[in-house]
């Protein structure tokens, strides 16, 4: 009889703790959902949003840290048509037809063209892996109108 009890006991322990955690969980889930919610309801600008990405990336300019490729490709995607900003990536580490790695010397993205702007940055998409490390170095030529020089080099 007191086995059963014990038993019993341990049943109703178990299912509480069980019960408590799932509850707990719910609460999480839901709080963290309200916190995104009250974000868009405030209106977070997606543009602002991308922008900040944009100024923390090229903020690690002779840090020392690295960025990913992801990073260098949401780079290269905002200044693809901005004539005022020169982009130098060298050092891209991709993989051949064959599976062997090969090394892309240097893409360099800095014509007044808007076409041959999108081709090196279409040849820049075709081999820069989301994985890769990077270093960049960004040089504010004139800060006044926007004239940047922004070099990535893979590690």
Known sequence: MDEDNI?????????????????????????????????????KDFSTVYRDDIESTLLMSGSGNYIKGSSVINLLS?????????????????YNSNGNVQIYDNISIDSKDSEVRKQSYNNALRYIMDNQDFTIDVQDIDSSVGIKQITIKGV
């Open 7 to 43: 038993s019993r006991a341990l049943m109703i322990g178990v299912t509480t703790f069980i019960g408590i955690v799932t509850v707990s969980a719910i609460i999480i889930f839901f709080n963290s959902s309200l916190n995104i919610v009250r974000n868009v309801g405030n209106g």
């Open 78 to 94: 905002y200044y693809e048509q901005d004539v005022n900003v020169t982009i130098s990536v060298q050092n891209i580490k991709y």
